[in-house]
């Protein structure tokens, strides 16, 4: 018997590979880069740029402000609107309104939700079943029934709690968006702690003996970040489509009126000055396609899958 | 069987849980006893009408005993009266809730129609042309809520076109099938094309990685037809997400529907969730809640059911606990 020693084959034949992808420069989160910056800029230098108008400047058409008085051109970038104000300066002061109030409430929903989430993950047991009740409840309501119901009682809430009578309408929307955000944020961590929870490396810190604390802020926190920014930058852009969904709805900010409000107030006068309406919807379609851009570059980066946030 | 139990315990925790929270909250600010009344009454009214409203919804005792009478009527079908609209809120909510029904049904339909054959060709015919426009026009529109496309749709067909009326009137269908449809489209095509976005944008995803597994080689490589791979092995074993995803967006369709009737001035679901709210229409308001939460939490349970039914592990499994 000769045992005759073959050599592993070597592949033949045609091997596939998946045709390499041409390297494109990836515009889109370029593009939101840049009109975010842009309109950063803009709306919180508003006061000191030369070409916006102040918030309540009327422009006058033949020595009269009249509705709906000039389209877009020259005068007025985006036309005016139906108290004759500068559309354009209008939709510059929204954005600061509109940026503060998303960017305030994701950080509200980011830290309580994250919190909430990594305990639930950590700990598993009660904890999480607690976490998960409230989470449960929490989305079981439409976000936006939630939302109407939150806004619409804060002035009763406010009378009868004293110690936060304080607050603005803005800072209440804020605080009711803060709150609509928490359930997804609290799901998303606690499911990316279930399975760090599980690594080497937190087995290792826990065998020398660090306390839970310390397991969590050293070394389950740091390694959450990628995730909650990315999760974060998507949900910008649901909060502040959904801000301005309650603007429209009637129940924004007063002064100065955000995106939503300026879409409502025009929105029946398409035919005649189809500009006061569409400028806004423009502007709120490009900063919400921004933040989706930046978020599914963050996301592809850090190999996060999508979030149903 | 065990699960299901499981489940339907949950579910009726949840249900307590929020009409509960939402029937304290809607009472917040109203200490005195007979405060419900005075608000649900609205302006001036003598004191013996509020006591007399008081006695017949027990709202003189505390938030537990109120909210136990107000379940024990609900479940006999006394949704309570609404005394700004000067009916009962069963008669109020009969007449509005078959628009919102029939606008949440036509938009999850034609958003499936529309986005399961897409994804699944652009998960076939990944990296081409197709697929890479199909990516730009989901992202687009995931990017679009209701709010801001229905200026430009109705922008473009009722303004400059004129092919669509401006508001959509309530017809049913088994009056005037040719009405209802022209009524119901723009409101429907709003909501459906972002929602279609969102399914096509988690299918293909799905899609591409279940086309990766040896399941697919195998049964390609014993011959079964590439069309009946794709539809039946592929798409089959990629319906998780999906199903899941359409679970979530049901509420979110509550709020389209809400800025779409606004929108469309249909008398709706969710414009009179809004008037209700605004003006502190209590049993309206608790029994609107009630339903959302317990339709959205039945669909969740119909779909988890419905996991069962596309794939056998998961049913095996679940009968073994």
């Known amino acids: 018997m000769t045992a005759t020693l073959t050599p592993t084959p070597t592949p033949t034949g045609t091997v596939v590979y998946a045709k390499a992808r041409r390297k494109v420069p990836q515009l889109g989160w370029m593009f939101g880069a840049a009109w975010l910056t842009v309109l950063g800029i803009c709306a919180f230098a508003a006061n000191y740029l030369p070409f916006i108008r102040s918030y309540d400047a009327k422009i006058q058409v033949n020595g009269r402000a009249k509705k709906y008085g000039l389209g877009p051109g020259w005068t007025a970038w985006f036309g005016t609107d139906n108290s004759s104000h500068d559309v354009f300066a209008r939709c510059i002061y929204g954005a600061r ?46 976000p936006l029934l939630l939302a109407l119901l939150l806004i619409q009682r804060s002035d009763q809430i406010k009378e009868s709690i004293t110690a936060i009578a304080w607050l603005t309408r803005s800072e209440e929307i804020m605080i009711t968006l803060g709150i609509l955000s928490i359930a997804p944020f609290a799901r998303i961590v606690r499911a990316q702690t279930l399975a760090l929870r599980e690594r080497d490396f937190v087995l290792a810190a826990r065998s020398v003996g660090a306390k839970p604390r310390r397991v969590i802020w050293r070394e389950i926190m740091p390694n959450l970040v990628p995730a909650m920014v990315t999760v974060a930058v998507t949900g910008l852009g649901i909060l502040i489509a959904a801000e301005g969904t309650l603007a429209f709805l009637g129940l924004g900010v007063e002064r100065p009126q955000t995106w939503g409000k300026m879409i409502d107030a025009s929105r029946d006068d398409l035919g005649k000055a189809w500009w006061a309406a569409i400028f806004p919807c423009l502007f709120l379609f490009l900063t919400v396609l921004s933040f989706n851009f930046i978020g599914d570059r963050l996301a592809r980066k850090f190999d996060i899958r999508e979030a149903a946030v | 069987m065990r699960y299901l139990l499981q489940r339907l315990l949950q579910f009726a925790i949840v249900f307590f849980l929020v009409t509960f929270g939402v029937m304290v909250f809607m009472r917040i600010g109203m200490n005195k006893p007979g405060d419900p009344a005075l608000t649900m009454l609205g302006g001036t009214v003598r004191l013996d009408q509020a006591e007399a409203v008081n006695a017949r919804y027990h709202l003189n005792g505390n938030v537990f005993g109120q909210y136990w009478f107000w379940l024990e009527k609900m479940f006999r079908g006394d949704f309570g009266v609404s005394v ?168 979110g369709i509550v709020g389209g529907a809400l800025v779409v009737e606004q929108y469309f001035n249909m008398k709706g679901m969710g414009s009179l969730l809004l008037t209700s709210i605004l003006s502190k229409d209590l049993f309206v308001v608790q029994s609107v809640t009630a339903i959302v939460v317990a339709v959205v939490c039945v669909a969740n349970l119909v779909i988890d059911l419905l996991y069962a039914v596309i794939d056998p592990r998961i049913r095996h499994a679940r009968a073994l606990t």
């Open chain 2, 84 to 251: 700004q609209q000067n009916t009962t809120v069963a008669k109020y909510l009969s007449g509005r809730v078959l628009v919102t029904i029939f606008l949440g049904f036509y938009a999850v339909l034609w958003a499936l129609i529309i986005a399961i054959p897409t994804a699944v060709y652009q998960a076939y015919k990944r990296d081409s042309r197709f697929d890479r426009g199909g990516n730009f026009l989901s992202f687009l529109f995931v990017s679009l809520p209701a709010l801001v496309l229905a200026p430009f749709i109705i922008f473009l067909f009722v303004v400059k076109l004129g092919w669509f009326p401006r508001t959509g009137e309530k017809v049913m269908p088994w009056d005037d099938l040719g009405a209802h449809f022209r009524n119901f489209f723009l409101p429907v095509v709003v909501l459906t094309l972002p929602l279609a976005a969102i399914f096509a944008r988690l299918l293909r995803g799905d899609m591409i990685q279940t086309l990766q597994s040896d399941f697919i080689t195998l049964a390609s490589a014993k011959g079964v037809p590439p069309g009946r791979v794709l539809w039946t092995h592929a798409l089959r074993n990629s319906l998780f997400s999906l199903l899941t995803s359409v679970g979530v967006q049901l509420g």
């Open chain 1, 97 to 142: 309104q509109t940026l503060i109030i998303g960017i305030g409430a994701t950080i509200i929903g980011l830290t309580v939700g994250g919190l909430l989430g990594v305990l639930a993950g950590y700990y598993r047991g009660w904890a999480d079943r607690v976490v998960s009740i409230v989470v449960d409840c929490l989305l079981a309501l439409p």
